[in-house]
C-alpha cells in the first residue's frame, strides 16, 4: 500500500517491509557476536507495545538459548510527544544478575529507555545493552550508547511494523510518514 489513512491523517509509505527484515538480520548478527556462545542466556525485554513486531523478528534470527520478558511504557499523545513517560506493566521476572537486551520499536528523546536502564540497573541487572528497530539521533536528548540500532531515521512521526497513531496502525507491515512531511 503506498497510502494509509488512520483517524484523521494521511501517512505515506517511508520504510518497505524488506528494509525492516534487513534491519533485523543485522541487528540479529551483531546480538549473536556479542551473546552467541551460550555462555549466558540472556533476557530480551520487549518494550510492549511498539516493539513487539520487531521483537519476533529478533527472535526468529536468535540460535541460541534467550529468555523473553516484556514489560510497558507508555509516552506518546497523538503525534505530540509529552516528555512524561509512565510505566504500565512492570516486570515479571527477578532480573537480578541477569544480562539483558531491551528491544525497543524507536528512540526518540530516549527518555523511556534512561527510565528503563535506571530501572534495571536498580534491579541489579549485570550488564543492559539497547537496541532498537529505529533511533531518531535530532531527537535524542540522553547520553547512554545505544548498542544495536537497525535504521536511522529523521524527527519525524511515523506509524507501522508495531508503532501506533492512537493506538492503531502496528499492524501496517511497511513503516509510514505523515503525507504532509
Ligand atoms: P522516547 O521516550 O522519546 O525515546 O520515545 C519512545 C517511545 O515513543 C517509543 O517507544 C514509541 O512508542 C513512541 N514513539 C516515538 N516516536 C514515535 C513515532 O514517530 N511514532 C510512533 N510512536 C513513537
Ligand atoms: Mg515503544
Known amino acids: 500500500m503506498e497510502k494509509v489513512k488512520l483517524e484523521d491523517k494521511t501517512f505515506k509509505i517511508f520504510i518497505e517491509h524488506t528494509e525492516i527484515m534487513k534491519a533485523a538480520d543485522r541487528v540479529a548478527e551483531q546480538i549473536t557476536a556479542d551473546f552467541g556462545d551460550g555462555k549466558d542466556v540472556p533476557i530480551i525485554l520487549c518494550v510492549l507495545n511498539g516493539a513487539i513486531m520487531f521483537t519476533a523478528e529478533l527472535l526468529k534470527r536468535l540460535h541460541f538459548n534467550v529468555q523473553l520478558v516484556s514489560t510497558k511504557y507508555t509516552s506518546y499523545h497523538g503525534t505530540v510527544r509529552d516528555g512524561h513517560v509512565i510505566q504500565t506493566m512492570g516486570l515479571t521476572t527477578d532480573i537480578r544478575h541477569r544480562k539483558i537486551i531491551i528491544v525497543e ?35 535524542f536528548i540522553n547520553d547512554y550508547k545505544i548498542d544495536y540500532v537497525g535504521i536511522n531515521i529523521p524527527d519525524k512521526f511515523i506509524v507501522g511494523f508495531g508503532l501506533d497513531y492512537n493506538e492503531i496502525g502496528r499492524n501496517l507491515n511497511d513503516i509510514y510518514i505523515l503525507d504532509e512531511d
Open 105 to 139: 520499536d524507536i528512540i526518540d528523546s530516549g527518555n523511556t529507555i534512561a527510565a528503563l536502564k535506571r530501572e534495571l540497573e536498580e534491579n541489579g541487572a549485570t550488564l543492559v545493552k539497547v537496541c532498537t528497530m529505529l533511533f531518531k539521533p535530532d531527537a
